[in-house]
């Protein structure tokens, strides 16, 4: 089955800049879309087709794309952005894949 | 305003079947699809299918095909997500999540419902 990879974790200090990295085979050919998630609450999305922000996100939250891999930035981080973060994307066939999830840690 | 709202907890016994609704409210229904998402402690979300309100054509993943049936009912305007044959790995989550047709993410979510398989 279609698998996307996140590194586990990532921890930065608080204004500085975090990257997650999400790596899939069909990244090339399908957008990937980002969730935020707290404890206790569904996922809110971040970032949509690779690099759009949805209205009500921070700017500081962006995405990338670059061959198999995209990457979700977070620049300035706060420590309200402390929460797990998961990309998803579609397989080949149309079905929705998330990726195994970043911890995003605020030190 | 976009709502879903979910039915509550569930506590199920292996082998039986649970039916999870999602009443959603502030759109017009059939122009979108519902998406059903769960999510085991700790694990990542799983999509398991989605069901185009208007024509009532649905999706599976294959992981639970055979198992999962969605419906709708759109002078109720809810969509229903009925898993059978449960197993205690099917203890997690489930949400409802409304999928934006221009932008594609799923952009309204459910608050969730807890099912919970255990003899």
């Known amino acids: 089955s279609y698998e996307l990879t996140q590194p586990p974790s990532v921890s930065v200090s608080p204004g500085q800049t975090a990257r997650i990295t999400c790596s899939g085979d069909t990244l090339p050919k399908q957008y990937a879309y980002w969730y935020q998630q707290k404890p206790g609450q569904a996922p809110v999305v971040v970032i949509y087709k690779d690099s759009e922000r949805p209205s009500g996100i921070p700017e500081r939250f962006s995405g990338s794309s670059s061959g198999t891999t995209v990457t979700l930035t977070i620049s300035g981080v706060q420590a309200e952005d402390e929460a797990d973060y998961y990309c998803?994307?579609?397989?080949?066939?149309?079905?929705?894949?998330f990726g195994g999830g970043t911890s995003l840690t605020v030190l | 305003q976009v709502q879903l709202v979910q039915s509550g907890a569930e506590v199920k016994k292996p082998g039986a079947s649970v039916k999870v609704s999602c009443k959603a409210s502030g759109y017009t229904f059939s122009n979108y699809g519902i998406h059903w998402v769960r999510q085991a402690p700790g694990q990542r979300p799983e999509w398991m299918g989605w069901?185009?309100?208007?024509?009532?054509?649905?999706k599976y993943s294959q992981k639970f095909q055979g198992r999962v049936t969605i419906t709708r009912d759109t002078s109720a305007t809810t969509a229903y997500m009925e898993l059978s044959s449960l197993r205690s790995e099917d203890t997690a989550v489930y949400y409802c999540?409304?999928?934006?047709?221009?932008?594609?993410?799923?952009?309204?979510w459910g608050q969730g419902t807890l099912v919970t398989v255990s003899s």
């Open positions: 998803q994307s579609p397989d080949s066939s149309g079905a929705w894949v």
């Open positions: 999540a409304r999928r934006n047709d221009y932008s594609n993410h799923f952009d309204y």
């Open positions: 069901i185009n309100a208007g024509n009532g054509n649905t």
